[in-house]
């Protein structure tokens, strides 16, 4: 059984819409909700209210040549929670071991997991962590692990509670000494790590500054460096290698007929992964079987994003890879199908213009990262994106048959584990402290009203993606020319989300309506 959208009402229509890289495409179909209430905001949140469109009707699949996957936590599902303990344990243990931080950061609580949140900024000079509304305003605010009051905030980030990064991060995305944004499950936890890590300063009395991200890099670095899986350094490759299915959700077969179908239909398909070659052939042999390789035309692994979308001059040659050891001589171009390592997007453009034999190849890309494969490719690729976002599920949005047959074998092993597992939150859903990913409620101070804002996270979905989904099954049992919704600026920003918007962004237009 495939994830059916809510009922809805066909329409169809003639008109236009410009998407975000500026190609114009025609519609003929638009789903309507089947709820009075969502078509009547919908018609007056429309710039074109003749034409009530609350979806937008694209063959995003059947209409490209070129079909591209990231590979963690987008064709390959993890276990959130078994994983995210891995992490932060591995992450801890080093400062522990290594740097002389307390034995006490190891332990934790189920309701401690409440506090991991994606779409975090954590600022490196003062030890605060911020959630970020689409114009920069402070939403949220904790000081290590404890919540800042409204009037805290406002003396922090003055009366509009206005982030002083935020131009840079919303406009480049880029890493930075003073800030680090966490969208991604692989460094989630360490959100939770640098939350305590600040808590557990303040209690000795020392000075909060950017000093001890020095350590969490080399805590990052000692586990997921590219030489760690070969050499079982660390605590995670280790506990991965012993255990893949503790951690990893094998694709269904409706996902591994999917991307065959794709490919019969000649479709050029791409893996684009930074994860480096022997984790990434760790991970398909598990989740796709070990025939894995037939299913894409090219592999690209340790491609080092977003990196890999550079122009000249900072763009990576490519690399052959000889028993998963890079050589060390770059490729001049790329020249045929293959597997790779690094890399840069225009040398692989100039390949898929000579598979495809058109000019200008149209590239659909699939990512769960905002900062790796979602601006990158679309800002520089040109790529249409299709963004992975797990918290959808967290909202109402139903999971289809094969997620939950995958997210059941996530049972903890043991009862050590099943007893850890009571009350721990999973990182993709709702937080107490945090609130929604997508919406949450502002006020400017005591006694203002308040207001909901969307999410700079959320935000920046609209923007740089062309659709988003809670997991590829979701839509694997579709056919190639179904008709998605997609984003597009001047319709409403529940427009492209499939099989439908997340709760909390329906309920901001209900209430707009009424």
């Known amino acids: 059984m495939f994830c059916a959208p809510p009922p809805y009402i066909t329409i169809a229509v003639d008109a236009e819409c410009q998407t975000m890289n500026e190609q114009f495409v025609d519609l003929d179909l638009l789903y309507v909700y089947d709820s009075a209430w969502l078509l009547e905001t919908f018609c007056k949140a429309s710039p074109c209210n003749s034409n009530p469109r609350v ?30 303990r891995l992490i932060y344990e591995s992450f801890t243990r080093y400062l522990v071991e290594h740097r002389d931080y307390d034995k006490d950061l190891l332990i934790l609580t189920p309701a401690s997991w409440d506090f991991c949140f994606k779409g975090l900024v954590v600022d490196l000079e003062d030890g605060n962590l911020v959630k970020l509304a689409e114009d920069g305003t402070v939403l949220r605010a904790t000081h290590g692990t404890n919540n800042l009051s409204t009037e805290e905030i406002i003396k ?83 506990s991965v290698k012993r255990d893949p299915g ?36 760790l991970i398909c042999d598990h989740i ?75 590239v659909v890309y699939f990512g769960d990262s905002m900062r790796s494969d979602m601006f990158p ?30 997210e059941a ?23 107490e402290q945090w609130g929604s990913y997508f919406v949450d409620s502002h006020k400017s101070g005591e006694g203002d009203e308040e207001s909901q804002k969307l999410t700079w996270c959320c935000h920046s979905i609209h923007k740089y993606s062309t659709m988003a989904i809670p997991s590829v ?8 020319n179904y008709k998605f919704p997609r984003f597009c600026p001047n319709k409403p920003c529940t427009t492209g989300y499939y099989p439908r918007p997340p709760d909390s962004l329906l309920r901001k237009f209900q209430s707009q309506s009424s």
């Not at 063959?59 to 994983?83: A, Q, S």
């Not at 077969?253 to 070659?277: D, F, N």
Request: proline share 6%; hydrophobic share 35%; charged share 25%.
């Open 156 to 238: 922090h980030y003055g009366s509009k509670r206005e982030w002083k990064n935020f131009n840079t991060l919303n406009t480049s995305f880029t890493k930075s000494t003073k800030y680090y944004f966490y969208d991604n499950y692989f460094d989630l936890p360490g959100a939770l790590l640098c939350g305590r890590v600040v808590d557990m300063l303040r209690k000795r009395g020392n000075e909060v500054n950017s000093d001890f991200w020095k350590d969490m890099v080399a805590a990052i670095d000692h586990n997921y460096n590219t030489s760690a899986f070969k050499e079982d350094a660390g605590w995670y490759f280790p």
């Open 55 to 84: 979806a937008v009707g694209t063959n995003i699949l059947e209409d490209c040549d070129v079909i591209g996957f990231d590979l963690d936590h987008t064709l390959c599902r993890y276990h959130l929670k078994e994983t995210s």
């Open 246 to 281: 503790r951690y990893l959700q094998p694709c269904s077969e409706s996902v591994k007929t999917w991307l065959r179908s794709m490919k019969s239909a000649g479709k050029v398909l791409l893996l684009i992964t930074s994860s480096h070659s022997d984790y990434c052939r």
């Open 288 to 362: 796709l079987g070990k025939d894995w390789e037939e299913l894409f035309d090219i592999i690209i692994t340790n491609a080092l994003k977003p990196g890999f979308f550079s122009l000249v001059p900072q763009q990576r040659p490519f690399r052959t890879l000889v028993n998963d050891v890079e050589e060390s001589e770059g490729l001049p171009s790329l020249d045929k199908p293959g597997w790779y390592s690094q890399g840069n997007w225009p040398h692989l453009h100039q390949l898929l213009k000579t598979m495809t034999g058109k000019p200008e190849p149209t």
């Open 473 to 480: 099954e979701s839509i694997a049992d579709l056919p190639l």
């Open 377 to 406: 490719a679309s800002t520089f690729g040109k790529w249409e994106t299709v963004m992975i976002v797990e918290e959808m599920e967290g909202e109402g949005v139903p999971r289809c048959d094969a997620a939950k047959t995958n």
């Open 409 to 431: 074998q996530a049972e903890p092993r043991g009862k050590k584990g099943k007893f850890e597992d009571q009350g721990m939150k999973a990182p993709s859903a709702p937080s």
